[in-house]
């Protein structure tokens, strides 16, 4: 089991920034941002593989794809989602996820791991 720990949730205006991140009690091989609105389903936002030669892919939905960006440090176990321009329709509880097995980012089902979520308010 992996225990996960989200931080850097706050309130902006519609166009500013904001980074998150999520540190991991160890590694996982797919650590992902899911987010949800309410009233709305859990939808994913990004998530990165690490593969076994070490090559590190980021994939996003597309809705966030040319804001916001993925990252991850893998000596600290840790990913950074830096959201860009963000919008008032990015506003929901944001949800780090983990798993060992790469494949099917996007379907929340996959995942074994969730952290507890942080708040991202943006007005308008």
């Known amino acids: 089991q992996v225990q996960l720990l989200e931080s850097g949730g706050g309130s902006v205006q519609a166009g500013e920034s904001l980074k998150i991140s999520c540190v991991a009690s160890k590694f996982a091989a797919c650590m992902g941002w899911f987010r949800q609105a309410p009233g709305k389903e859990r939808e994913a936002v990004a998530a990165?593989?690490?593969?076994?030669?070490?090559?590190?892919?980021?994939f996003y939905t597309d809705s966030v794809r040319d804001r916001f960006t993925l990252s991850r440090d893998n000596a600290k176990n840790t990913v950074y989602l830096q959201m860009n321009s963000l919008k008032p329709e990015d506003t929901a509880m944001y949800y780090c996820?983990?798993?060992?097995?790469?494949?099917?980012?996007?379907?929340?089902?996959?995942?074994?791991?969730w952290g507890q979520g942080i708040q991202v308010t943006v007005s308008s």
């Open positions: 996820a983990a798993k060992g097995i790469l494949g099917l980012w996007s379907i929340p089902a996959r995942y074994t791991d």
């Open positions: 990165v593989y690490t593969y076994s030669e070490g090559e590190v892919v980021p």
